[in-house]
């Protein structure tokens, strides 16, 4: 990802930046994830940036992912966490190796290991939510993380959440099917 093509869409995905907010996303060329990938056209294109040391994520939902009429879809709360903190987890890595860029060696990405999610209140479907999540531990190749899922000033939801280090370019032999 570190080749002339990507940083051609990084300087791309710079100009899609609102104000001075940075998104995590908007760093990431060629992510074709549905839940985070703005080359996903057809993806829900989340964007989460640093609010000091948690992550948060704004995103508004449509008809098409009602659960019940007016409330969200369960599966579609799951993968909106799943990507903020998938994206948290690999933001973070960058942040304490000095705050490097997303584009300097070595490259990491993350992939979920476990994702559980406590559903505490039905979540409207037509006003934004807002995700917050935190770093709680790293050991070795995981990433331990908590998200709360907001709507209006409610807590709808919550999450415990490990990511594991599936890629790492400085220790790369052999087919990695993360690296796709
Ligand atoms: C920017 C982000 C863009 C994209 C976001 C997309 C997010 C996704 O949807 S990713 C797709 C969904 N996830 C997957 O496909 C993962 C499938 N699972 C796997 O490939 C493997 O089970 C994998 C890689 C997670 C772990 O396997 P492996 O590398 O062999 O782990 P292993 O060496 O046994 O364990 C390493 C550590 O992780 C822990 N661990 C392993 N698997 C899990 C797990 N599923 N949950 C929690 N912890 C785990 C181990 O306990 C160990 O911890 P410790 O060092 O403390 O003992």
């Given at each position: 990802?570190?080749?002339?093509?990507?940083?051609?869409?990084?300087?791309?995905?710079?100009?899609?930046?609102e104000g001075n907010q940075i998104f995590f996303q908007h760093?990431?060329?060629?992510?074709?994830?549905?839940?985070?990938?703005?080359?996903?056209?057809?993806?829900?294109?989340?964007?989460?940036?640093?609010?000091?040391?948690?992550?948060?994520?704004?995103?508004?939902?449509?008809?098409?992912?009602?659960?019940?009429?007016?409330?969200?879809?369960?599966?579609?709360?799951?993968?909106?966490?799943?990507?903020?903190?998938?994206?948290?987890?690999?933001?973070?890595?960058?942040?304490?190796?000095?705050?490097?860029?997303?584009?300097?060696?070595?490259?990491?990405?993350?992939?979920?290991?476990?994702?559980?999610?406590?559903?505490?209140?039905?979540?409207?479907?037509?006003?934004?939510?807002?995700?917050?999540?935190?770093?709680?531990?790293?050991?070795?190749?995981?990433?331990?993380?908590?998200?709360?899922?907001?709507?209006?000033?409610?807590?709808?939801?919550?999450?415990?959440?490990?990511?594991?280090?599936?890629?790492?370019?400085?220790q790369q032999n052999g087919d990695n099917p993360f690296k796709?």
């Amino acid at each position: 990802m570190g080749n002339h093509h990507s940083k051609k869409n990084i300087m791309i995905a710079t100009q899609e930046n609102e104000g001075n907010q940075i998104f995590f996303q908007h760093t990431m060329p060629n992510n074709v994830c549905f839940g985070c990938g703005h080359e996903n056209h057809e993806g829900l294109k989340i964007k989460s940036h640093w609010e000091g040391d948690a992550s948060v994520c704004v995103w508004e939902s449509q008809e098409k992912y009602n659960g019940w009429k007016g409330i969200m879809n369960g599966g579609i709360i799951a993968t909106i966490i799943d990507c903020h903190t998938m994206a948290t987890a690999t933001m973070h890595a960058y942040k304490v190796e000095g705050n490097r860029p997303w584009n300097s060696d070595p490259e990491y990405r993350y992939a979920t290991g476990t994702l559980t999610v406590k559903y505490l209140k039905p979540t409207p479907n037509d006003v934004p939510v807002k995700l917050v999540a935190r770093v709680t531990e790293v050991k070795g190749r995981k990433t331990v993380m908590t998200c709360e899922l907001w709507s209006n000033d409610q807590k709808t939801a919550e999450a415990d959440v490990v990511a594991i280090r599936v890629y790492d370019s400085s220790q790369q032999n052999g087919d990695n099917p993360f690296k796709g």
